[in-house]
């Protein structure tokens, strides 16, 4: 009998197998955050000139420590670009941020 279980009525659960799950479930939210989160270049073209236009709005709105959920919709109501397209697109300047700071660093 496992020593980590839950009792459920008359026979016990064993704690490891939740603990796989959770660490599948973690392995999938990364897998779709890596794989499926960047913009695609059918987007890029689509919103690629507002996107431009929108960022130094993104920028200062970040600076200001505004909620990325703000600051999409301050974009939407501003240039028309849908929330997950602004999403992806922060996601994809703090990954180009912190890469290039990352160049810099002795």
Known sequence: ?????IPM????????VLIA????LQMYLWYATTEKL???AEEVT??????ELATP?????????????D???AVENKHQIPPEIT????????????ASTDEVDP
């Open 57 to 69: 709005l993104i920028v200062d709105l970040f600076a200001q420590k505004n909620h990325s959920r």
């Open 21 to 24: 799950i959770y660490g599948g």
């Open 71 to 73: 600051i999409a919709a």
């Open 38 to 40: 960047p913009l695609t």
């Open 46 to 51: 689509m919103w690629g000139e507002k996107l």
């Open 1 to 5: 009998m496992p020593i980590f279980s």
């Open 9 to 16: 009525g008359s026979w016990r659960f064993p704690v490891y």
């Open 87 to 98: 999403l992806r697109y922060i996601i994809a300047l703090a990954r180009h941020l912190r």
